[in-house]
Every structure is written in structure tokens, then in C-alpha cells.
């Protein structure tokens, strides 16, 4: 019988619980949206009320928590949050300890969802898996031998922050979900009766949620869009071909939606990027487990522990 664990992701938006074994397997869900005003003492209210529901249920054997920020892996302290106050420095994996009585692996929420992605999802049978999430930000995790790959703290694999030119432009300044809203907004400022912009109308924020629909449609400026976003990205990934070079690069968070699109042009755009000795290049692919990468991920790391 596996071990009974608990995968824990907290984020800026969301506070996600599940139940499962040792193997990634999900049983049970909580789910909460987070209350920036309530800041971190108020995700830890409802974190240290489920689980002490549970453990009122059933002996609970070991903890893994994925953490939206940068965090020391060892010790499982908080080194800061830049979406919700009240997490500097504090030692979350010491007080899960403390209310579980049980060990616990803290780890960013990027190298948690890679290494969910490596063994149950979309690299599973690759070896190394570079994993990047595209979402509010930019950031990458990487698993070689089914282990998440740990630099020097405080972190490592940041992709998001590679630079793309001298004058400081970024994957993340590029290929993040708001970067691609800027995008959309500077160019219907221009042409506010063209496709992309009847579609986009008076949203103020998010507007990324309409390319897919653009790019269903033909859209000539959301395709130009697709395109300087996914060769922006694959220049990134490139750096980490040449550092890494992974078997396959794993595409996640909410720009990934797009689906094959952005896929098949950051596939495509990839290869004039890398030396001709590392030809072919990775694979590039899709994400699949979607919003339970972070959560199956930490029930791995809690199993590892078990």
C-alpha cells in the first residue's frame, strides 16, 4: 500500500490541496482562491485547517508543497513572494512540520511542476526534461534522472530572466502572458476594427485569452503576434540547449493553451538558434497535465520522503 501524502501548491492566485500517494495519484481536492488582502497569514489559516481535517480522517505520512517564488529547497524556507505579503523569510517547511508532525519538501512551484511533467506527463520517458511555464511570468524547471536539478541558492533554471538583448529584454518581457496583452493592446491602438480588436473590445487586461480565437480566424496580426513570441522564446531556449540540452522542452502555464500554434512555432523557430553539432534539436511539446502539474508533482516529492 502506498504512502498516504499530501501535494500542496501555493500561488499567487490560487492555494491548491490535494490527497494522493506516493505516485502522483490524486484522490482529493481543495481548492481556494487567495485573498491578497489577507495576505499570507490567510493562506496559512486554510492550509493548517485542511490539514488538520485530515489528519483528523486519516494518518497523513509525508508533505510536498510547490511555492510560487524563490525558495531555499533545503531548508524549506521562504525567501520572498512578489504577489502576496507576508511570506519573507518565513520557514514553511518547518511549520508544516510542526502541525503534521511529518517531514516536508518545499520547492519552487516550477521545479515541482517539471518534475510532475517528467514523470507523469507530457516528458515522461525523456530524460533530461526542461520544463517552462508561461503564465503572469516566465519559469523553467529541469529534471535529469527523475530528480529536479538544484543549483546554488537561492535558485536555478530562471529561465525567464535570460536576456535577450544588452539593453535588458527578457524571456519574461517577451513571453509572458502581460507581454503578450501589450502586444495586443499596442497594436489595436492602431487598428481597433481589425479582427484581433473587434474580439479584444473594451477588456482591459487579459487580452492574450483572444489570440487563439485571432489565430482560429486567420487574423494576420495575431499570427505576427504568435510569431515574434515564439521566436523570442525559442532564442531563449536555445541558451538552454546549449547549456543543458535537454530531449525535450516541456511548454506549461496559461499562454500554452494556444495549443499547437505556439507549439509548432517555437518548434520551428528553434533550430536556426542552435549550433549545428546539437541538431536535431530537443522536442518541443505541449504540457498535459495542466492545472495538476504543481500538485501531482509535490505528491512525488512528498513520496520521496515517505
Known amino acids: 500500500m502506498t504512502a498516504n501524502c499530501v501535494g500542496i501548491e501555493i500561488g499567487g492566485t490560487k492555494l491548491q490541496i490535494v490527497l494522493g500517494d506516493a505516485l502522483g495519484f490524486i484522490r482529493g481536492r481543495f481548492r481556494f482562491s487567495v485573498d491578497r488582502a489577507e495576505g499570507a497569514p490567510g493562506i496559512r489559516r486554510l492550509i493548517e485547517s485542511t490539514l488538520r481535517q485530515q489528519q ?10 510547490g511555492y510560487g517564488g524563490p525558495v531555499n529547497w533545503r531548508t524549506g524556507q521562504i525567501c520572498c513572494s512578489h504577489h502576496v505579503a507576508g511570506w519573507s523569510d518565513f520557514p514553511l517547511g518547518q511549520w ?4 503534521t508532525g511529518r517531514p516536508v519538501a518545499v520547492d519552487n512551484d516550477a521545479n515541482v511542476a517539471a518534475l510532475g511533467e517528467a514523470q507523469l506527463g507530457a516528458g515522461r520517458g525523456q530524460n533530461p526534461v526542461l520544463y517552462v511555464t508561461l503564465g503572469s511570468g516566465v519559469g523553467g524547471g529541469l529534471v535529469v534522472d527523475g530528480r529536479i536539478y538544484h543549483g ?13 538583448d544588452r539593453a535588458g529584454a527578457t524571456v519574461e518581457s517577451r513571453c509572458a502572458g502581460w507581454a503578450v496583452d ?12 481589425s479582427l484581433l480588436g473587434r474580439l479584444v473590445g473594451e477588456t482591459a487586461g487579459g487580452e492574450a485569452r483572444h489570440l487563439g480565437e485571432a489565430l482560429a480566424q486567420g487574423d494576420p496580426a495575431a499570427r505576427q503576434i504568435l510569431r515574434e513570441t515564439a521566436e523570442d522564446l525559442a532564442f531563449g531556449l536555445a541558451h538552454a540547449v546549449h547549456l543543458f540540452h535537454p530531449a525535450v522542452f516541456v511548454l506549461g502555464g496559461g499562454l500554452s493553451l494556444l495549443g499547437e500554434p505556439l507549439r509548432g512555432a517555437v518548434a520551428h523557430a528553434l533550430p536556426p538558434f542552435v549550433m549545428d553539432a546539437f541538431q536535431p534539436v530537443p522536442a518541443v511539446t505541449l504540457a498535459t497535465l495542466r492545472e495538476d502539474a504543481v500538485p501531482a508533482g509535490a505528491l512525488l516529492l512528498a513520496g520521496s520522503l515517505a
Open 152 to 164: 546554488a541558492t537561492p535558485g536555478e533554471v530562471e529561465i525567464g530572466h535570460i536576456r535577450l
Open 96 to 99: 508544516l512540520g510542526e502541525i
Open 56 to 65: 483528523a480522517q486519516e494518518e497523513i505520512q509525508a508533505v510536498g508543497v
Open 182 to 193: 501589450r502586444k495586443i493592446r499596442k497594436f489595436i491602438t492602431h487598428e481597433p476594427r
